[in-house]
């Protein structure tokens, strides 16, 4: 779960393999979908060294469309994050308001 916060303190001293792990942990599909359009596009190199032009086409298609659902998922995922940020920073503030039973 995300501090409530969401300053840069709280991450201050995070090392890249916890940014990584953190991110990943957030949004797993923005990673693989750009592990998928390496692939796609490592494949359609492939095909056009070996002369396959048909099977070259389908790649870089196939890199379009693995581009264009790694964006979807990048904006879609930012936007519950900061959904769920915003609702965390919410419960937080309603807590803090709440009025303290002094003993009476």
Known sequence: MLPASG???????????????RKFNENPW?????????GALIM????MRRGQSKEM??????????????????VGGSMAIQKQRNKDKEAVGIEEGLPRNEGN
């Open 44 to 47: 359609s190199a492939y095909k």
């Open 57 to 74: 086409n389908y790649w870089l298609r196939a890199r379009v469309a693995l581009q264009g659902a790694t964006l979807v998922a990048l």
């Open 7 to 21: 300053s840069s303190e709280d991450y201050m001293f995070e090392t890249w393999t916890d940014k990584f792990k």
């Open 30 to 38: 923005v990673p693989l979908g750009c592990l998928a359009t390496c």
